[in-house]
Structures are given as C-alpha cells and as structure tokens.
C-alpha cells in the first residue's frame, strides 16, 4: 500500500483524521478553480463522477503495483460494481473512501522494526503531507521534479506577483513557471528570502523584469540567515543584482545558477566587519554580461567556487576585498572591462586563498589598466594559470596577466601570453608584474610569451622575490623578457640549447630565448 501512494502522479490521495484531502487543482473540472493551488476540499465536496473516477484509477493503479488484494473489502465491491456499469449510491462511494482511508491509518501505523519515518516541511501551496521514510520519493504535481525526502512548497508566478513574495517559514520551495515581473518602485526583491534553512529550486525557470524601474533584485537573502540554498535556474534582466545576500550568513550554496544581464552585479556577498559571510560555496554557475562586477565578495570566509564562469561582464569578473580562506577551482574570469580598471580576478586585501586551473583571458580597459588576475594582501596560492590576451586601448596604459603585490605569495606552473597594450605614448603590455611593495614572493616554472613589451617584469628594491625555473621568449630582447632587478635570467640565442649545467637537480634556471 505504502508503495502504491508514493507512486501515485495524480496528486489524489491525503489522509487525516479518516478524511480524505484532494488538492482541488488536480481534479477539479473547472480552470478558474483549479488555478487555486492552495485551495483543498474533503471528500464531501468531491462530485460523484470525480468519486467514481478516482476509484477506478485508483484501483487500476494498485493492480498495476500489485497492491489490489490489500485494498479493504468495502472498496473493492464499490470498484466492482462501478466496473460492471452498476449504479452506486454516494454514500456508498463516501464509504469506499473511509474504508480506505482507515486501512492507510493502521498501515501508517509504525512497526517495531520499521526505519524512523521523516516529518516533512509544509507552507503555503505544499502539494503533500504524508511522512515519508527514508529514501522514498514523493511524486508531487506534474510542474514539479520528483524529489527525495522533501514536501516542497509551490511557488507559481501567480503567487509572486505582483508584488514579490517573502520566503519567512523554513523549508524546500520549488519555482513552477518563469517569471516575468514589472517592478513598481518596491518591493525591491522578486523572492526575499527572510529565514533560515531553505532550499529555493528554481526548477529551470527564469526570473526576469519587464520594466525598466530601478534597483529590482532577483533573490535576495536577508542578514543573518544560515544554510540557504540557491539552485537550478536563471536570473535574467533586473535592474539591481541578480543576487544579494546580507552580512553574517553561514552555509550559503549556489549551485547551477545563470544570472545574465543585470544591472548590478550578477551576484553581491554584503558582508561587514564583524559581521562577514561564511563558508559559501559557488558550483557550476554563470555570472555573465552584468552592468556591475560578475560577483562582489566584500567581507567573506571561506568561499568555494568550482566550475563557474565570470565573463562579459563590466570592468571586473569577480572582486573579492576583504576576504580570506577561498579556494577557486576550474574557473574563468574572460572578457570583462570597460571604462576604469578591468580584472578578470581581484583579490584585493584577501589572503590565505587558493587559486587553480583558471583561466584570465581576454579582459580589456579603455581608459585604465587591465589585468588578468589581481593579487595583493598575504599567503595566496596561484597554480596551473593562465592569463592570455589582456589588453588595454589607452596611451600610457598597461596590460597586465598576473599583476603581483603583497607578501609572501606562490604563483607556480601558470602561463601569460598575448598581454598588450597600445604602441607609443608609454603603454606596456606584461605577462607577470611583482610590483615594488612585493615582499618574499615566489615566482616558479611559469612562462611569458608574446606579450607586447615584457614578459616577466619585478619593480621591488631590494630582491626579496625569488623567480626560479621560469621561461620566456618573444618580447624583442632580454629587456624585454626580464626587466627589473633581481631576475636572474639565462640568455640563449635563437635556436640554441642551454649550456650543459645551466639547471641544477631542482631546474631552478630561468631562461631568456631572445
């Protein structure tokens, strides 16, 4: 039996106290009725022909499950008689249904050995009430995925306008239709998310605005709420940030989100002093062609992003400040810029982070610099990076792959071609800068290529940066392939090896071919 109604896709059948509860939507013959989710009505309200209906589906379903010979008596003499084109009486029909509703009753009974049953969240439009065990899934309404362990709460369009919708209970809310919202000056968020502990599934919908007003957000999660997840769909064309989320929030995740267009930023962390955004955890998401930065992460810890892009969008693709303790995984930081100073990647007064396998291409400025990847602060990892293509379109500009400040830094095994710059009026194009107030940096086996004036360049006075194993070729000269103090390069001719003994065990030369 048990079976049978988890398996059931019509959405028919809730029990309480011997009644039995429909979700009017899923039966009423009537549009206009059954536009309203939320509504439910008992079995006394249902119409004969629903009633005759319902037991004959019902019936053939549990043959199908193998679960007819558990039917109760009473309801398998209505569903023969109703087979044989019989009349049945409606209180015959009620009386089916009670009987079967007291047989699923004692069947809910727990059993000694039976696996502790889950009690499931309910809000507002939640399509289901039946304690579920462990892992069985629930079949819910046909807009909806089937999902484990979870009673969603419904979120049609038409509960979200006109005027937004506030998540203030806990729970697990799924997002079924796109919506398209005409922002009336407030709300300032589509959905708000005020509580803590919720799973929005945005279910491959799209939210979206369809007026030009002002500083609208698509999901906005207030201060100070915790485990909050963010899954599964787009956010498109508002005129604020795709994403916002207030200071002091633990265990955020984003997962397999696409925000594209928006006016602010594609997604914006508001932490404060005190009061910072911790162990947030970004996967497989798109932050692309928003008016602000890709994502903004002011006064975060601990921040993980894997599989993600940041590109397209105006001046940076995403500026961490004030932030520490990130791991940045498999991730690309292209084309962002603009007017001002474009970075692919800024991780501006943040230490102790890890970068890996990125990618910095392609970013530009038409009136400032331009780089790749912007590290300053302290302790930050760089590894297996790449930096191409970088430039900038203003006289006396730079563009720059990997720009170097701060202290004690290791940027290993990446690569910086193609960085360049206007010719004439002192632009210059550099595939990896440390800059004077750099301090016991390390540099390692990473490599310049073409890059429009210099390939490695080191400002600081004195050398405490060490470059070891690096290679560079293709800037014209070995002022070109080095410039600065300290550097240490070997020069080879065009075509020639490098004498024997010029590497050590460790092959710690850094090679110049001019």
Do not use: W
Request: with cysteine; net charge negative.
């Amino acid at each position: 039996m048990k079976n049978y109604f988890a398996k059931q896709t019509l959405n028919l059948l809730f029990l309480t106290s011997f009644l039995i509860v429909l979700p009017f939507n899923a039966h009423a013959r009537d549009e206009k009725k059954a536009a309203n989710t939320n509504q439910k009505t008992s079995v006394a309200q249902v119409s004969d022909a629903d009633l005759r209906a319902l037991i004959l589906e019902l019936y053939a379903q549990a043959q199908k499950d193998g679960n007819a010979e558990n039917l109760p008596k009473d309801f398998k003499t209505v569903y023969s008689a109703l087979e044989k084109g019989s009349i049945v009486s409606r209180g015959a029909l009620e009386q089916a249904f009670l009987s079967l509703g007291q047989s699923l009753e004692t069947s809910r009974a727990p059993r000694p050995d039976a696996p502790k049953s889950t009690s499931l969240p309910v809000g507002p439009g939640c399509c289901c009430d039946i304690p579920v065990v462990k892992p069985q899934p629930i079949i819910i309404q046909e807009c909806c995925p089937m999902i484990e362990e979870h009673c969603p709460t419904i979120l049609k369009p038409s509960d979200i306008l006109p005027n937004g919708y506030t998540i203030t209970i806990p729970g697990y809310y799924t997002l079924c239709g796109s919506v398209g919202f005409s922002a009336p000056g407030t709300p300032t968020c589509v959905i708000n998310i005020q509580t803590s502990n919720v799973t929005l599934d945005l279910n491959q919908q799209t939210i979206y605005q369809t007026n030009g007003n002002a500083g609208l957000v698509g999901v906005c999660v207030g201060a100070g709420f915790d485990n909050i997840v963010i899954k599964s769909g787009k956010i498109s064309g508002v005129t604020g940030d795709g994403i916002d989320i207030a200071n002091g929030s633990e265990s955020i995740v984003i997962s397999d989100v696409t925000v594209q267009g928006c006016g602010g930023a594609g997604i914006s962390f508001s932490g404060i002093a005190g009061s910072v955004n911790r162990d947030v955890t970004i996967e497989n998401s798109r932050f692309t062609s928003n008016g602000g930065n890709g994502g903004t992460f002011t006064f975060t810890e601990k921040v993980k992003i894997s599989d993600s892009k940041f590109n397209d969008n105006v001046v940076i693709g995403a500026a961490f400040s004030s932030s520490n303790g990130n791991e940045i995984d498999n991730s690309t930081f292209n084309k962002n810029g603009g007017a001002g100073n474009a970075i692919g990647l800024s991780l501006n007064a943040t230490g102790s982070s890890i970068v890996r396998d990125c990618v910095f291409n392609a970013n530009f400025s038409t009136t400032g610099t331009a780089r790749g990847l912007l590290l300053t602060s302290t302790g930050n990892l760089v590894d297996n990076c790449v930096a191409d293509g970088n430039t900038t379109s203003v006289s006396a500009g730079f563009a720059i792959g990997f720009d170097v400040d701060g202290t004690a830094h290791l940027l290993k095994n990446c690569s910086a071609s193609g960085n360049s710059a206007v010719a004439g009026g002192g632009s210059i194009g550099v595939g990896l800068r440390v800059v004077s107030t750099a301090f016991r940096c390390l540099v390692k086996n990473s490599t310049a290529l073409t890059n429009s004036a210099r390939g490695f360049e080191h400002d600081a006075t004195p050398t405490y940066n060490i470059f070891i194993g690096n290679f560079s070729f293709g800037h014209g000269s070995n002022t070109g392939n080095y410039f600065g103090s300290g550097l240490g390069f070997m020069t080879v001719g065009a075509g020639a090896q490098p004498p024997a003994g010029s590497f050590d065990e460790r092959g710690v030369s850094n090679i110049s071919v001019i």
